[in-house]
């Protein structure tokens, strides 16, 4: 499977509403902490607005809401894993993404045969605290080896002016997060992504 090299992250639709239609073609809806019918008309609005611009939504977390709402993709981190139906996930027909972040965890994510394998954080992130320090370039090379085929995404600390390493690297695509949500103009931001990622 061949996916879009940038891959940008968003806690609500409205991002997806703003870059979309700049040519966005793969996107995760991180939409956390909010009550289940808040959660399901994000997901739905974030699905239709997929479909009106021939991207595919990657619903983060939460599975269930994801095959009741027929969307593309769902990304699993390792905890997620532990309680998610991958059997009902695949009936769906929903791909799947799986974050790792160090050997045992990239084992259990490729015996689960993933659509694409996660990496992270290669640089120092501030959207989440985490246990995990920056892994580097090196780490997400060896990740290549072992991944063989299956996509591999970077994420984590990435700014347009780094991507470059990560694609050289081995990294099929780049997550960014806080390198668009933060920027004084995120719309321009995404552009130079896509040109960075064409």
């Known amino acids: 499977m061949t996916l879009p090299r940038f891959y940008p992250i968003f806690p609500d639709a409205d991002w997806l509403a703003r870059t979309l239609p700049l040519g966005v073609k793969l996107v995760q809806l991180r939409a956390k902490d909010r009550p289940e019918a808040q959660l399901r008309a994000e997901i739905r609005r974030a699905r239709d607005l997929c479909a009106r611009h021939g991207a595919q939504l990657v619903v983060n977390d939460h599975w269930r809401l994801a095959i009741e709402e027929d969307c593309d993709f769902v990304h699993l981190g390792q905890e997620d894993l532990d309680d998610a139906d991958l059997p009902a996930i695949r009936r769906a027909g929903l791909r799947l993404g799986i974050s790792t972040h160090d050997h045992a965890e990239l084992d259990r994510a490729l015996a689960c045969l993933p659509n694409y394998v996660?990496?992270?954080?290669?640089?120092?992130?501030?959207?989440?605290?985490?246990?995990?320090?920056?892994?580097?370039?090196?780490?997400?090379?060896?990740?290549?080896?072992?991944?063989?085929?299956?996509?591999?995404?970077?994420?984590?600390?990435?700014?347009?002016?780094?991507?470059?390493?990560?694609?050289?690297?081995?990294a099929d695509v780049v997550a960014a997060v806080t390198d668009i949500t933060l920027n004084a103009d995120p719309e321009a931001r995404v552009r130079q992504w896509l040109e960075a990622a064409g």
């Open 118 to 170: 996660a990496l992270g954080p290669i640089y120092p992130t501030i959207l989440k605290k985490m246990k995990w320090h920056e892994q580097g370039l090196g780490r997400l090379a060896e990740w290549r080896r072992l991944a063989g085929h299956l996509p591999l995404v970077a994420i984590g600390g990435f700014t347009v002016e780094r991507a470059a390493g990560a694609f050289a690297a081995g």
